[in-house]
């Protein structure tokens, strides 16, 4: 599949209503090497993968930048331009005066000028300084959201990023920033597959003009907070028998036709290959009734930190 191939959606709060295309390379891992992940990225632009998410926190940002230089010499890619670029704020720069200064250390990682979107990586404040992972509760902090969202819209304007946005933010949590936001919030990236369909926070965010990006859209299987739910669910099993399909296609495409955009996982040719296949066919009412009837468990139960009280707002 080319990169034109890939359907794009428009990023209405971005600076030049950005397109940012409905699949990109999920970067984060607990056990792939440097080496792993930028010989992953070549790969995937070379399949057609032009949309590529990281964070300061998934130590990756170096060797995606390395990837991307690679890229432009070996023409790969025209310019840096052809290539969506997303990386988060991490919850110990949550704070107004550690926002821009992060984002310029996130670029000099990447060896970039600007980002294509800059996400609020989680509505949770860390204090400055080294703490053990997961959080303690003396390690949290109060959250200043306006304060560190006012920052994060002189980030746009600067033209350091051209879009920003949040991850892991509820309805509750988005209805607070958009009281006070000057731009709105492009992205909201959570958790969601068919073991947690997000139906509330979907049906909020399409009314507010607020992509999704479903992160473990597999059920992040393997992952110390994923687990196989998804793979192993015995009717999407059924669903992909039905189609000729994977049911890492069959999610995906659930995803896509849901209007959701995605952040896939895999530095496995093949699986990164299929995961681009989702567009020539379609599901069937019967698919979705199906779909409908999974019981929902969402995996991150805390977040980052082994104590904090309503990160989810009770939302499901």
Known sequence: ??????????LSSSSNHRNMPVIGLGTASVSSTSDATKEAVLEAIKLGYTHFDTASIYGTEEPLGEA????????????????????????????PNLVVPALRKTLQSLKLEYLDLYLIHWPIAVKPGKWEFPYLEEALTSFDLEGVWIAMEECQKLGLTKSIGVSNFTCKKL??????????????????????????????????????????????KG??????????????????????????QICL?????????IAVKSYDKERMKQNLEIFAWSLTKDDYEKIDKIKQHRSIKNGPAKFIVDLWDGEN
């Open 1 to 10: 599949m080319s990169a034109s191939e890939v359907p794009l959606v428009v």
């Open 68 to 95: 991307i230089s690679e890229a432009l010499q070996l023409g790969l890619i025209g310019s840096r331009d052809e290539l969506f670029i997303t990386s988060k704020l991490w919850c110990s720069d949550n704070h």
């Open 175 to 220: 209805e607070n920033l958009l009281s006070f936001a000057t731009i709105p919030p492009s992205v909201d990236q959570v958790e969601m597959n068919p073991t947690l369909q997000q139906k509330k926070l979907r049906e909020y965010c399409q009314e507010k003009g607020i992509i999704i990006t479903a992160y473990s859209p597999l059920g992040a």
């Open 223 to 248: 992952c110390p907070w994923g687990s196989s739910n998804v793979m192993d669910n015995e009717l999407l099993k059924e669903i992909a028998e039905t189609h000729g399909k994977s049911v890492a």
């Open 253 to 261: 495409r659930w995803l896509y036709e849901l209007g959701v955009t």
